[in-house]
């Protein structure tokens, strides 16, 4: 499985950008899904997943408080991508964003040691 992210750029505070993750498997939509951000000098940290579509967990979306309100994960019609929407960006968001796959989870969770699949990253930074 390969993960490509796109959709980053310089954004002025206040303002919107939408991420993607498009997957060479076009059966993505079984695996669970996260988007993580790393800031230079600070470790990675997860920032928002979403559960397998496969099982009971279908849906379910979780996100790192400093997001909450601000940004949203779902699913595009192709089911091969995942988009993380991104609004109300704030110069803290800087950082550079990964997706990655969890092929082995059905539920999600923000720990980057449940993901084996990741992206090569997209630089996402804030500012005026």
């Known amino acids: 499985l390969q993960l490509v992210e796109s959709g980053g750029g310089l954004v002025q505070p206040g303002g919107s950008l939408r991420l993607s993750c498009a997957a060479s498997?076009?059966?993505?939509?079984?695996?669970?899904i996260g988007w993580f951000r790393q800031a230079p000098g600070k470790e990675r940290e997860g920032v928002s997943c979403?559960?397998?579509?496969?099982?009971?967990?279908?849906?379910?979306?979780y996100y790192a408080d400093s997001v909450k309100g601000r940004f949203t994960i779902y699913r595009g019609r192709a089911k091969n991508t995942v988009y993380l929407q991104m609004n109300n960006l704030k110069p803290e968001d800087t950082a550079v964003y990964y997706c990655?796959?969890?092929?082995?989870?059905?539920?999600?969770?923000?720990?980057?040691?449940?993901?084996?699949?990741w992206g090569q990253g997209t630089q996402v930074t804030v500012s005026s």
């Open positions: 990655a796959a969890d092929s082995q989870g059905v539920d999600c969770g923000l720990s980057s040691i449940l993901y084996d699949y």
């Open positions: 498997d076009f059966t993505e939509d079984y695996y669970v």
């Open positions: 979403i559960s397998s579509s496969s099982t009971y967990y279908y849906g379910s979306t």
